[in-house]
């Protein structure tokens, strides 16, 4: 029989957020450290995508709801604006408010100039226009995400959103061009391909070489006609929390990132 403060310990809502696996009290702690630290009174913030956005999200309300704080949420995706609405919070878009002043958002790999891989929840064209229109953006990532060179860590590619009438040009051309293999995203739970919030295709770059310059890689294949955009954020992050599996969280600035 367990003791009843034991029993009331196990069942109380806080003792059960803190009762994740290693993973996501990583991806928890990231995110809370985030928000702590670059939330204000009166500021816009960009909501992200992912699985950690959902912690960050949490935590953002019950900041909001405790010290009475008035922000709006700009959205990357539909499931962004599902949060803000879900926890309540204000929602607004780039049309009222332009200017964001931190935007907070996961990624599938940080390397070690902050360059980021994003896009594994086919997200990354509006999450790179809210972070474009950012003071400051901030990203919230577990352990797994940490990498020296893009591409060491991350298995699953360099996503790619397309016109889907040009998917097969532009996957000879990146193949021609740099090599790999260029993957048309299948759906799960529907046959045939992944629509993003768009209605674009995304194709997922696998296999390929390690680059010294990803920002020209990145520049030669936003210029193939049919590109909408791709998941490589070079040069847009200034810090990085990588969330660890014991709940602490290790801080990654570039202090030279100009915007
Ligand atoms: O399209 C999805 C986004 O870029 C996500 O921010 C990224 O995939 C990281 O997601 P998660 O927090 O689930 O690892």
Redesign the pocket.
Known sequence: MLKKSVFNFLTSTKSFSKMLSPLESA?QAAAFKAVDKHVQNNYVIGI???????YAAERLAERVSKEKLNVVCIP??FQAKQLIVKHDLRLGSLDTHPTVDVCI????EVDVNLDLI???????LQ?KIVASCANNLVI???YT?DSVKLGDQYKKGI?IEVIPMSYVPIQNKIRNRFGGDVNLRMAVAKAGPVITDNGNFILDWVNFKQSDDWNQVNTFIRMIPGVVET?LFIGMARIVYFGQADGTVKEQIFNARNK
């Open positions: 991806k992200g995508s992912g699985s950690t956005i959902v990357t995706s958002d996961g990624a599938d994003k896009g594994g929840g086919a997200c990354l999450e919230i990532a577990d995400k996503p998941g």
